[in-house]
């Protein structure tokens, strides 16, 4: 078991102070990178006392820490899981060779890309969340909000540490570009679509957490498989605090559901908005949005890229080890295809479709909350239920980028969607009346063994 210094100025499980050039070289990004904090995080919320958990070792049973923390005393650092012995590449042509502890040469500039494509989401999330404070329903929500957005930026310092220990100089700049691009800034807009979208309100949040973390989840397995070592190490570490975060969006949504469903439990064409709650419709149009964005994240359907990021050994499938045939030669998936105005089936090389391989693992799994969503729907005796929009509906990357298709995946005339577009995402209407709802919804476990109503945040 690797031992944790946290009495470092960065706490770490990887020997910083050994090695005292690049110790010298986080600790220059350091300020740079509280400066970002300071500036870009969580407004107005820095100077409170925070209920948050810090990692402080990377062994299943004790990693975490409980404690009151003002924001930016947070112990950022850099954890990596503890190393498989003798660990061999387990997929692609490189299959069976032995892992790369350093970053080889070969595959430098692809590998920075990966990470640095990686490390652009962590701080855009804080960005997009920043003003979120303001309008949290409780305590409780407020503290898991800040609590997400800390370890996000800890990501960020997961991947720092991958581009400053490994990529010299090229990796040094790559950290501050980090640090100065913005989500949703035209100018310097961050890398992935999704992380320049605007996450308004609590519902938008949920929906993020639940699925755009989920991407996450999906990305760090497929990179945990990597034949890049250290960037395995790194993302299995973070694989553990994800977790979290998909729990905050899938309670929150559940939380929200199961108040709609009470309000209609005695009569399901109840206006609910009276009551405060969220009509299904209104809660469907922003699942349909967020699940579109975070497909999007998964790459394009067919991608030479994928492909050959699986057959250099640098990005697997999720759960490698469950496939037989590990190089993926000679082997097709079958997808629908958009052709003269309708989809067909067609077979694809599977180096070629591994983003949609992993995106249809995504899927399976975005499925199984819903199905959790709609038991609440199902125990009050309601007949509507949430559901998961067609692969097709909404897209900007890939097969199907900017076609009119409808939520069920059938392509319309284009003015036929425009006027229908409202029937499927946000409207104006939507957001202004989601904005008005500010109060808890109870009946959440707490943190820690605490009640929901703890003091999560110090307030005064
Ligand atoms: N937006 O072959 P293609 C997380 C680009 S979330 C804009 O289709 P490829 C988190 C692509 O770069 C996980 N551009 O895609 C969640 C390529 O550009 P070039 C984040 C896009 O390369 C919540 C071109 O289009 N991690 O951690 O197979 C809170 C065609 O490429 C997009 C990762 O993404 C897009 N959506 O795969 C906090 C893992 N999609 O080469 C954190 C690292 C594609 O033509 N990234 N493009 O210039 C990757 O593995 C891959 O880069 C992608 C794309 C999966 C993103
Ligand atoms: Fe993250
Ligand atoms: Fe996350």
Known sequence: MSTVDLSSKIPNNVNLDQDKKLLRALEQW?????????????????????????????????WANFDYVKMPDYRWGIFLADPVPDRTIGFGDNYGKPTWPVVPGEHRNTLRRLIVTQGDTEPASVEQQRMLGHTAPSLYDLRNLFQVNVEEGRHLWAMVYLLHSQFGRDGREEAEALLERRSGDPDKPRILGAFNAPVDNWLDFFMFTMFTDRDGKYQL????????????????????????????????????VQRTAELMQQDENEDVTRQGGIPLDMVQRYLNLWFALSLDLFGGEISSNAASFFADGLKGRYKEESHEEHRALDQHYRMTVPKDGAVVEEDVPLRNAMNEVLRDAYVEDCQRGVDRWNKHLERAGITVRLRLPSKRFYRHIGLYADMPFDADGRLLERSDWDGRRGEWLPTEKDRAYVATLQKAVRDARGIKGHPFEYEYVRLD
């Open 30 to 62: 350091q300020p740079d990178y509280l400066k970002w904090w300071l500036d870009m995080g969580p407004k107005d919320f820095q100077q409170r006392d925070v209920y948050l958990r810090t990692a402080i070792s990377v062994d299943a049973e004790g």
């Open 221 to 256: 397995l497929a990179l945990a498989e990597s034949g890049f070592d250290p960037l395995s190490r790194t993302t299995r570490f973070m694989l553990t605090e994800e977790a979290h975060h998909m729990f905050v969006g899938e309670s929150g949504v559940e939380r929200i």
